[in-house]
């Protein structure tokens, strides 16, 4: 172990080495403190070359990898075992901008440039780089497209998937694929870089990406709208792309005790409305047209649904101001349900149709075998993706109810599964869901993604452990 150490040290440097388990902590631990490891060491590549070089003595000595980003996964997809053995591989200092071209309307980064910093380099140029999450101060591309992450503007943009063009992988041997390409167009055989995307580190590491970017809106209008039911926002959803069509950018469910939680634990929190409602939508229309334009379409698709039964009662932010307050209310629920106190997470998605009578089934289904159970259920019904997530009934005792979460993660997995849906919309397998999605998906998906594995990494050195 200590020669493995001191080969590595060879190869990048102390600048690029941490052996210290005290200083390693952040990298050993994952964002929700859910897992704990201890890597042999974490190492810090600076270079494509060095993550080859780093991936040919793992490759030689079978030293196991785990490529880590901006650790900010919430599945323990980035965190070793805690063996010792593994090596943790962040790819942080990997963080330039290698090119910005406007009129190809690309932007070529390396794998560790922060999320927010794409978006800042593609605004510098004019242009857009849509992928937003609520992480994005913290992630890493690389981390984004190993995940396939979505966050708030995947109903206009589409997932990370959608955004990518190119992509530079050091293989599990340590040969470099240079695949970064910025075709709009390319139908020369497999799309090999799509096989990448979502793979959570286990098929290779990503060095850098060529991504698409998109004309810098010049309007944007944002609307809090108060409904009945989960069933009216599908029915709000069709009449606002009917009436706007894809200047719809977001578009996102929350339950009256989401905000009941925002407001407790922000005290700052203003609600828009005097009455408390059942459901409430936030939306989003971005525009390269005037700002008038899009007020007026987003004041007419609201009148026209308020009169069609459709929404109870509607506001939509007359400032920059107002609408980042608005935002806030979507943005704070995660973190309003912490201070709450413990919960079930699920992070599933069913055909956008279907996700109403998603809902009305699979609470009941809880309030059956639980009863009084709290739902705290919001997320992008434009992209048929709930966070669905499940709080002990008001005075019932926390440790008990988590002690049953693979009980009530089984109801609404399987409630998914019976609605042809996914267990996983956004977060991924990693580790915590890697036993679960043997129940769904069929014995031949699964085969054929351990071959696609030993196809790319035989040894089996990429992030063991994770996904399959
Ligand atoms: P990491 O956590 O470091 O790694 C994630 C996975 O990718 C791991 O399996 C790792 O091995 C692999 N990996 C990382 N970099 C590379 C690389 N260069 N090469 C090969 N493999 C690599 N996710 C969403 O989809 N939508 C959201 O709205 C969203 N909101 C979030 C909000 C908060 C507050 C937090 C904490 C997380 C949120 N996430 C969300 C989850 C998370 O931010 C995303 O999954 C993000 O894409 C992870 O990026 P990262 O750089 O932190 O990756
Ligand atoms: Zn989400």
């Given amino acids: 172990m200590t020669q493995l150490i001191e080969r590595l040290r060879a190869l990048i440097g102390d600048a690029g080495l941490i052996t210290d388990p005290q200083e390693a902590k952040p990298y050993a631990t994952d964002w929700r403190k859910r897992y704990f490891g201890k890597p042999l060491a974490v190492v810090k590549p600076a270079s494509t070359a060095e993550v080859a070089a780093v991936m040919r003595l793992c490759a030689e000595t079978r030293t196991a990898v785990v490529p880590q980003g901006g650790n900010t996964g919430l599945c323990g997809g980035a965190t070793p075992d805690s063996a010792g053995t593994q090596i943790v591989l962040n790819l942080s200092r990997m963080n330039r901008v290698r090119a910005v071209d406007a009129v190809n309307n690309t932007i070529t980064v390396e794998a560790g440039c922060v999320l927010a910093n794409v978006q800042q380099a593609a605004a510098e140029a004019g242009r857009l780089f849509p992928l937003s999450l609520a992480a994005e101060g913290s992630c890493e591309i690389g981390g984004n497209l190993f995940t396939n992450a979505g966050g708030t503007a995947v109903l206009r943009y589409g997932n990370a998937r959608d955004l990518l063009l190119g992509l530079e992988v050091v293989l599990s041997d340590g040969q470099i694929w240079d ?190 075998a639980f009863p009084g159970v709290r739902m705290v259920t919001f997320g992008h019904l434009g992209d048929g993706n709930l966070h669905y997530n499940i709080a002990p009934a008001a005075g019932g005792g926390e440790d008990a109810f988590v002690a049953r979460a693979g009980e009530i993660s089984r109801i609404v997995h399987d409630s998914a599964a019976r609605f042809a849906g996914s267990i996983s919309a956004e977060h991924g397998l990693g580790q915590y869901k890697r036993d679960a999605i043997l129940r769904y998906k069929s014995p031949l998906e699964m085969e054929l993604m351990r071959r696609i594995k030993a196809a790319l990494d035989p040894q089996g050195v990429m992030n063991p452990g994770k996904v399959l």
């Fill in 179 to 368: 695949g970064l390409r910025g075709l709009r167009k390319d139908n020369t055989g497999y799309d090999l870089k799509q096989l990448f995307v979502g793979a959570e580190g286990t098929l290779g590491v990503i060095t850098a990406a060529v991504l698409k970017l998109f004309p810098q809106p010049r309007a944007r209008a944002t609307a809090l709208v108060a409904l009945e039911s989960p069933a009216k926002g599908l029915q709000l959803l069709s009449h606002i792309q009917g009436v706007c069509g894809d200047r719809l950018t977001g578009f996102e469910l929350m339950s009256a005790f989401c905000l009941a939680l925002v407001a407790k634990h922000f005290p700052a929190t203003r609600l828009p409305f005097a009455e408390v409602h059942p459901q409430y939508v936030l939306l989003e229309l971005s525009d390269t047209a005037s700002a008038a334009n899009l007020d007026n379409a987003l004041h007419e698709a609201l009148a026209e649904a308020s009169e069609a039964g459709l929404a109870l009662d509607a506001v939509v932010a007359a400032s920059a101001a107002q609408a980042a307050a608005l935002w806030a209310l979507r943005e704070n629920i995660p973190e309003a349900q912490v201070h709450e106190g413990k919960q079930i997470k699920h992070d599933v998605s069913v055909p956008i149709s279907r996700i109403a009578e998603f809902i009305a089934v699979t609470d009941a289904e809880l309030q059956r």
